[in-house]
């Protein structure tokens, strides 16, 4: 509703998708800074999410399982690494665009994919049986 509301003031600067996701990601924003003490909660009930390594009988079975163990990982992460994850890996947008939409440079949404990437990677090592000090 937001950005049907103000699509009269949309410039054209931006790709359409890339300003709706602006506008989402205020509202998102707004919402999370109303129910803090709310969200909260969920996480310390999600906190044991990754509690072992989950084996399935088939392979595709084990892929879903670990694609959801990630996104779920992802959504542990500090808020501002995890919606540049999300805004980059999910909905394919470039670092340019999520700076655009985070109303950041883009050397610091490259730090927030970095930082995600590394800590993503530090609390996936144990589920998935990965060294994360060795190689990659």
């Known amino acids: 509703m937001a ?4 699509l009269s003031r949309y410039g054209g600067r931006s ?5 709706v996701w602006s506008i989402a990601y205020r509202k998102g924003i707004d919402h999370l800074r109303r129910n803090r003490r709310q ?14 390594a989950q ?4 392979t595709a079975v084990q892929g879903r399982e670990r ?9 542990r992460l500090p808020r501002l690494w995890s919606l540049a994850v999300i805004l980059h ?6 670092v340019a665009d999520i ?3 985070m109303d950041n440079k883009g050397n610091t949404i490259k730090t927030y994919l970095f930082r995600g990437r590394e800590k993503l990677k530090e609390m ?3 589920p998935f049986g990965e060294d994360t000090h060795g190689g990659k």
Do not use: F, H, N
């Open 124 to 126: 996936l090592a144990e």
């Open 15 to 19: 790709e359409l998708s890339t300003w």
């Open 67 to 75: 694609e959801k163990m990630v996104w779920e990982a992802v959504e």
């Open 39 to 52: 969200r909260d909660l969920i996480a310390e009930a999600g906190q044991d999410a990754l509690g072992g």
């Open 55 to 58: 084996a399935g009988p088939a």
């Open 3 to 6: 950005a049907y509301k103000a």
């Open 99 to 101: 700076a655009r939409i």
């Open 89 to 94: 890996y999910r909905e394919g947008k470039s």
